[in-house]
Every structure is written in C-alpha cells, then in structure tokens.
Nanobody
Framework: QVQLVEAGGGLVQAGGSLKLSCAAS????????MAWYRQAPGKQRELVAG???????NYADSVKGRFTISRDNAKNTVYLQMNSTKPEDTAVYYC???????????????WGQGTQVTVSS
C-alpha cells in the first residue's frame, strides 16, 4: 500500500508563486513516471506536468514557461513550482505516481488526495 501526501496548496495572488510537494511512502520498489493533474469545479481533470524517472518533463501548453516539475528520488517526492500564477490556475491539484511495489509486482497508478490552489485577482 502506497500513500501520496500532498502539501503546499493555498491562496496566492495572481502573479505570485507557490510550490507543491507530494511525497510517496509505503511499499515501493520503484517509482516510474510522476505527474501533477488539476481539476477545477465543473471541469474535467487535466494533466499539468509529468516527469519520468530519468527527469524528462512535459507540460500542458497552458503552464509552459510558468510551472516547473521536479523530483527527488531519494525522498520519493515530486514538486510543482508554480510561478506567474493566473486565476485560471485555481483548481484542486492531484499528484500521481506510477508505482511498482516489488520486483515481481505490476506497476499501478497511485493518486494523492488533492490540495487546493486558489489564485486571486
């Protein structure tokens, strides 16, 4: 069993910065891809940024140049640095980790409970 604990959400004024973190704990042999998703009220969940175990990143067009995803493999933690925030960034942010619990087990996707980010204008 793996638990993903998110932190760093809160209220920020437009143009400000916020840094989210998500730490995985439990039965972990290997963490492959990690990612951040977000979901605003009444809208579909969307991929914000992803990062592979080797550090290759990808971003939604809406956040390119403003957000940075990174990871600390020693801490089983993924981060999302949010700069130049906009009101449209307001959403619940969820982290996802592709977990292989042991050498002989299949990979599965683990999700955090979500952290609220509100960008005021």
């Amino acid at each position: 069993q793996v638990q993903l604990v998110e932190a760093g959400g809160g209220l920020v004024q437009a143009g400000g910065s916020l840094k989210l973190s998500c730490a995985a704990s439990g039965s972990i042999f290997r963490i492959n891809d990690m990612a951040w998703y977000r979901q605003a009220p009444g809208k579909q969940r969307e991929l914000v940024a992803g990062i592979t175990s080797g550090g290759t990143t990808n971003y939604a067009d809406s956040v390119k140049g403003r957000f940075t995803i990174s990871r600390d493999n020693a801490k089983n933690t993924v981060y999302l640095q949010m700069n130049s925030t906009k009101p449209e960034d307001t959403a619940v942010y969820y982290c996802k980790a592709d977990i292989q619990p042991s050498l002989l087990n299949r990979q599965y996707n683990a999700w955090g409970q979500g952290t609220q980010v509100t960008v005021s204008s």
